[in-house]
């Protein structure tokens, strides 16, 4: 396969630059992978498509404020850190801009002084293995100077604001430098009206790094690799997902990194294994899903592995049509843009 293959016309206004007024306000387009029938609801309204028995499973990452602007020390020149992958409690890979500034040996100093990094080494890709000091605990010390680290297509400067809607309502485990966007639709409220409705809910964990931001530089889909990313899934987790299965209820994604878990920790006859790792699974069209049956998510770049991810799971020229139809109906794309729910 081509990656031209997995291209689309998509009119710059309709990259969303900001969140909805409401998180389940947005809207929300239905593609049914059986019949191939579109319908335009309300996220809202994603109620009229669950059951009882059926299971949401989520992405429980915390996107951190992992945008750092610096001072590299002897120079005074103005750097900027972007963290993207935690090595230890610590140490960090990161992409630093500009790059030609920083090699190993330099440090740099965050706020008054009160956090610094020294340049460790540079890795594959250009990024940086820095180590960090401070007073305390690293995490706090990010929260208080760092920035919410909005995608690049996102052409302003993060806001106040951002730092609850670039989050979803159940994050809780630190690591993400990017939302799980299609959890961001989700309020307390419709969570709990779909408990209360008999669908049971499951919290994985995926740390989302900049890889997630990086385009597909082959020309052929199978010639691309993928970046690692961390995940975890609890016994309980495992459980849930695995008795709903047995069960007969459908296993509904929310989201590609919650559906990249799953496909991660998945045995070859559709049971997920509890437990941690690292993965770089690569989803495209002949992929066969072992867990994930539907799948609600944000659209996604031309071109992207996450469009290949999608394609995989119900056609490429069913999702290039869907796409088609979500232009033409003016949908807001991306990150901070309205949802698809691929469904059974």
């Given at each position: 396969?081509?990656?031209?293959?997995?291209?689309?016309?998509?009119?710059?206004?309709?990259?969303?630059?900001?969140?909805?007024?409401?998180?389940?306000?947005?809207?929300?387009?239905?593609?049914?992978?059986d019949s191939g029938n579109l319908e335009h609801r309300r996220f809202s309204e994603i109620t009229d498509y669950l059951r009882p028995g059926d299971c949401l499973v989520l992405n429980d990452s915390k996107v951190i404020p992992a945008r750092l602007f610096g001072i590299k020390e002897g120079s005074g020149a103005k750097v900027e850190f972007l963290l993207s992958k935690r090595y230890?409690?610590?140490?960090?890979?990161?992409?630093?801009?500009?790059?030609?500034?920083?090699?190993?040996?330099?440090?740099?100093?965050?706020?008054?002084?009160?956090?610094?990094?020294?340049?460790?080494?540079?890795?594959?890709g250009g990024t940086r293995l820095v180590r960090f000091s401070c007073e305390g605990a690293l995490m706090d010390m990010i929260e208080k100077l760092g920035s919410m680290p909005l995608p690049p297509y996102i052409e302003r400067e993060s806001e106040e604001a951002d730092k609850e809607r670039y989050q979803t309502v159940y994050a809780r485990e630190d690591g993400s430098v990017a939302a799980p966007t299609a959890g961001l639709h989700f309020t307390a409220e419709l969570l709990e009206k779909i408990s209360d409705m008999g669908v049971r809910t499951a919290f994985v964990t995926l740390?989302?790094?900049?890889?997630?931001?990086?385009?597909?530089?082959?020309?052929?889909?199978?010639?691309?690799?993928?970046?690692?990313?961390?995940?975890?899934?609890?016994?309980?987790?495992?459980?849930?997902?695995?008795?709903?299965?047995?069960?007969?209820?459908?296993?509904?994604?929310?989201?590609?990194?919650?559906?990249?878990?799953?496909?991660?920790?998945?045995?070859?006859?559709?049971?997920?294994?509890?437990?941690?790792?690292?993965?770089?699974?690569f989803i495209y069209p002949g992929?066969?899903?072992k867990i994930t049956d539907c799948l609600i998510t944000n659209f996604h770049l031309p071109k992207s592995t996450l469009l290949m991810l999608v394609s995989a799971l119900y056609s490429r020229e069913g999702v290039l049509a869907a796409y088609k139809s979500a232009v033409r109906e003016r949908y807001r794309f991306f990150s901070y843009g309205d949802a698809c729910f691929f469904v059974k």
């Open positions: 396969m081509n990656v031209s293959d997995f291209d689309y016309e998509l009119p710059l206004e309709l990259i969303a630059q900001q969140p909805s007024d409401t998180r389940d306000g947005c809207r929300l387009l239905v593609i049914n992978m230890s409690d610590r140490e960090w890979e990161t992409l630093v801009r500009p790059g030609r500034r920083l090699h190993g040996g330099d440090t740099v100093s965050f706020g008054e002084g009160e956090l610094k990094a020294e340049i460790l080494k540079t890795l594959d740390h989302v790094g900049i890889g997630t931001f990086r385009p597909v530089k082959t020309e052929k889909v199978e010639d691309h690799r993928m970046h690692f990313e961390e995940y975890s899934i609890s016994a309980e987790a495992a459980e849930i997902i695995n008795n709903t299965k047995a069960s007969g209820g459908r296993i509904i994604s929310v989201g590609t990194t919650a559906c990249r878990t799953m496909e991660s920790a998945a045995s070859e006859d559709g049971f997920v294994s509890p437990g941690s790792g690292s993965t770089g699974i992929y066969r899903y």
